[in-house]
């Protein structure tokens, strides 16, 4: 077997296309898995399973012993309270990268790392960022945009909308955002494994030059669905009052929901496009799909599913 590359965020979104991207270029897996969560549904996959989470020192440790590679792919994208995305995204990472100093380190942070001001998930994901700055070892921390694709539930309320031939948006004007399909992402991270970059922090996307508009969206939506499908702009102000009764849901004990009132000042910012292509050079990187293509794959799944 090849090199032993240690994962977290396995049973995520991200995670089980990322094992599927290792596994197919050979190399040993070991996965931290949650207590608490299903085992992920990984066929013709053969990986070491590790049970635990980014709290649990003991099982970070069986995660990383022998390891030649982490990628650290598990993180809140959520919490009922400010603080908890620094527990997990800043001091997690920090946990986890002390006890890995000399193996290589790959960290899938986010583009709204490059914005920390905006909320308190932005912050923290800048904060593990800086914690990847400090190592002595290898390590580079890969920047994602809006990601989607088979198995993502928090677009799906987007596609559940434009099937009913409505696309919500941000009323922002001129607002670009890059995007990048979820297999796309995996495929990156893998061949950041095979053929490592330089210490720094990259970003990533499908490619496109000035990303896309959120009326690009609709129509690529549409497209998927076989339906006329109208991009609508939501006010500011809408989105405020949904934030703010999602807070009041989280002060009463309610489950984590992503839209916030930081999540709205991501939202309203215009440009999240990517700004620095060193990464996919150096990779020789070519997404697969670009956003019809993706949009199309991601329904499709969808229906297969059930979920649309």
Known sequence: MGRLVAVTGATGFVGPHLVSALARRGFSLRLLVRRWSPMPSLPNVEAEIVLGDLADEAALHRLVDGADVVIHAAGLIKARASADFMAVNRDGTARLSALAPEARFILLSSLAAREPQLSAYAESKRAAEQVMAG??????????????????????????????????????????????????????????????????????????????????????????????????????????????????????????????????????????????????????????????????????????????
């Open 135 to 308: 190592r002595t070892g290898p390590w580079l921390a890969v920047r994602a945009p809006a990601v989607y694709g088979p198995g993502d539930r928090e677009t799906l309320t987007y596609f559940r909308a434009a099937a009913r031939g409505l696309a919500p948006r941000p009323r922002v004007d001129g607002a670009r955002l890059a995007l990048i399909h979820v297999e796309d992402l995996a495929a990156a991270l893998a061949a950041a494994v095979e053929h490592p970059p330089s210490n720094s922090v990259y970003e990533i996307d499908d490619g496109r030059e000035q990303g896309y508009g959120y009326d690009d969206m609709a129509a690529a939506a549409g497209a998927a669905l076989g339906r006329a499908v109208r991009s609508v702009p939501v006010p500011r102000v809408a989105m405020e009052i949904v934030g703010c009764a999602n807070g009041l849901r989280h002060a009463l004990g309610g489950a984590a929901q992503i839209l916030t009132r930081s999540k709205v000042r991501e939202l309203f910012h215009s440009d999240w496009t990517v700004r620095d292509r060193r990464l996919a050079k150096a990779l020789d990187f070519e997404a697969r799909y670009d956003l019809e293509a993706g949009f199309r794959d991601t329904v499709l799944w969808y229906r297969r599913q059930g979920w649309l």
